[in-house]
């Protein structure tokens, strides 16, 4: 399996609640309609907690690190091939464009860093 991470950061003129339920309700669907052409087989979104939350607090003091993101977008294909494969279509090509045009209307693009990946499952 190979895993898309995408660590998202919001536009500046939204908020985290409209940032995270535009994602949700509008570009969730969005990836879902388009699923079978980019050969998807999982997508998750993971949404962070306020900045307010005091476990996030904990967790920032404690190590120093940068600021947070929003959420975290995962995506996975059965291997580079299949995922080639689906690009190397004209609809998978549509949809990777329609997808990154959506993103472009909520997600600070250069704020948010995107990686292909292999998992490692150490805890199951």
Partial sequence: ??????????????TR?????????QHAPLVRSHAEALGLVRYVQTHSLPAEDPH???LATGR??????????????????????ALATEAGRRAGAELLEDERRFID?????IWLAEEHEIVA
């Fill in 109 to 113: 693009l250069e704020r948010s860093p």
């Fill in 56 to 58: 996030q607090a904990l």
């Fill in 17 to 25: 609640e409209a940032f995270q339920t535009y994602w949700r309700e």
């Fill in 64 to 85: 120093g690190g940068p600021m947070g993101f929003d959420g975290v977008a995962e995506l996975w294909w059965a291997s580079l091939e299949t995922l080639d494969a």
């Fill in 1 to 14: 399996m190979v895993k898309l991470v995408f660590c998202l950061s919001r536009r500046p003129e939204l």
